[in-house]
């Protein structure tokens, strides 16, 4: 998936700043003769079997007037398949869209500039978490709304902790105590730490959390420097490293995804490990008997709190021949009611943080870390810049080369790849 976007990120976006200006044929139909108004929809496809239908009924039940039609897709390669339809010229009114693609695909003219229509509908844009609002600017116009949001906790093991004679009533709070209780698991036999190794978009993830809750980042504020090698970003990949090298995480760590992480972790074979709400379900579903508590991520003492926060949102394309129709829609599913319900992690309104959805223990600390989700640096080379880093981090755990001279090498050819 990755290295498809690199080779899009790189050729289609270049191509598309030259032909988008003929862009703007559609399959939505409808006309002001009475007729509805047809808007075509690609939305992801995790929405398909109960949310979403609901959601788009309820829309045209408000809308008579409109019709939705939905097409659904996988997530992996859906922002390649909008990139592909600007190409050919013709495609959806709506998109669903991740929120690292956001800016770059706005930013070549894929998406409709909403200002307008947020001020004469005022839009209460401060309702939006600041992190999510980052994600929708491009040269000081608003592209998107954001309706979900999500960022990462801890997910430990109850029996495990009581077994290995920690306390199960709490998880740990900061990488400190994290590393002592990976240790104590580990030293009365189990494992500690459930480990990701693979996977261009499971371990960047997970590292740039780690270098963010270390007091790094991987860009300066005005993505135009790398911050890989600077010792905060070191910090965090030695400690990463250290967990696997020093035999805390399981031997599988450098073939696990975060899939293969979380299965370790429902079937009780490590202690503890890092992921979203998502995961909350899965868990319980693979193995009920599972006994298992969650924490807000980990932190430094003395480094403010800062992860990446995920997300996804909701955008009218430059294809739509129907832009109030499309706002309707925009505005519907990024408002607090319906971006609680059509999210399946969190909805990207302040408003909504307390809802009683959200209250459930392996819930709450997931919504708390919202306000600390800072996204990731929305540039187009975001997608060859966590290649880098995955590549440059996989050599230090396999030691082919040392932290210090895995991360210095990747600042170089992050900076390489900002001065092109």
């Known amino acids: 998936m990755f290295k498809k976007r690199v080779i899009y990120s790189i050729v289609s976006l270049l191509l598309l700043c030259l032909i988008l200006s003929g862009c703007g044929n559609s399959d939505a139909s409808g006309s002001g003769d009475g007729k509805k108004i047809v808007l075509t929809y690609w939305d992801a496809s995790w929405n398909k079997d109960k949310i979403g239908p609901k959601v788009i009924k309820e829309f045209e039940k408000e809308n008579p007037n409109i019709k939705v039609n939905v097409q659904y897709f996988p997530v992996d390669g859906m922002e390649d398949k909008f990139l592909l339809a600007l190409k050919n010229k013709s495609g959806p009114d709506l998109v669903d869209i991740a929120c690292d693609w956001t800016t770059p695909l706005a930013a070549v003219g894929g998406l409709l500039p909403l200002d307008d229509y947020i001020d004469k509908d005022k839009v209460d844009?401060?309702?939006?978490?600041?992190?999510?609002?980052?994600?929708?600017?491009?040269?000081?116009?608003?592209?998107?709304?954001?309706?979900?949001?999500?960022?990462?906790?801890?997910?430990?093991?109850?029996?495990?902790?009581?077994?290995?004679?920690?306390?199960?009533?709490?998880?740990?709070?900061?990488?400190?105590?994290?590393?002592?209780?990976?240790?104590?698991?580990?030293?009365?036999?189990?494992?500690?730490?459930?480990?990701?190794?693979?996977?261009?978009?499971?371990?960047?993830?997970?590292?740039?959390?780690?270098?963010?809750?270390?007091?790094?980042?991987?860009?300066?504020?005005?993505?135009?420097?790398?911050?890989?090698?600077?010792?905060?970003?070191?910090?965090?990949?030695?400690?990463y490293v250290s967990l696997y090298k020093d035999k805390l995480s399981p031997s599988s760590t450098m073939s696990n995804t975060n899939t293969e992480a979380r299965n370790l972790f429902s079937s009780g074979k490590v202690g503890m490990y890092l992921s979203g709400v998502y995961d909350v379900d899965p868990i319980k579903s693979d193995n009920p008997n599972t006994n298992f508590g969650v924490g807000m991520y980990p932190d430094t003492p003395g480094k403010d709190r800062k992860l990446t926060l995920g997300g996804w949102n909701i955008a009218a394309t430059s294809f739509t021949k129907h832009p109030e129709a499309a706002w309707k829609f925009v505005k519907f599913i990024s408002s607090p009611k319906i971006s609680v319900q059509y999210s399946n992690t969190f909805s990207s309104r302040k408003s909504e943080a307390d809802n009683p959805k959200y209250k459930d223990p392996q819930v709450k600390p997931f919504a708390q870390m919202l306000q600390y989700g800072v996204p990731l640096p929305a540039i187009p080379q975001i997608t060859q810049i966590r290649q880098i880093i995955n590549d440059q981090v996989q050599k230090a755990m396999l030691g082919k080369a040392s932290v210090e001279s895995a991360m210095k090498d990747a600042s170089k050819q992050v900076n390489e790849l900002l001065n092109q």
């Open 125 to 239: 844009m401060n309702d939006f978490w600041k992190g999510a609002l980052q994600t929708i600017h491009v040269n000081g116009k608003v592209y998107a709304l954001p309706y979900r949001s999500e960022t990462h906790g801890i997910f430990y093991n109850k029996d495990i902790f009581k077994q290995s004679g920690l306390d199960p009533s709490k998880a740990p709070q900061t990488w400190e105590e994290v590393l002592a209780d990976a240790k104590t698991i580990t030293q009365k036999g189990g494992v500690g730490f459930g480990l990701v190794g693979k996977n261009t978009g499971d371990l960047s993830y997970q590292v740039i959390n780690f270098i963010r809750s270390f007091g790094g980042d991987v860009l300066s504020t005005d993505n135009k420097k790398s911050l890989l090698d600077q010792p905060e970003a070191i910090a965090a990949v030695k400690y």
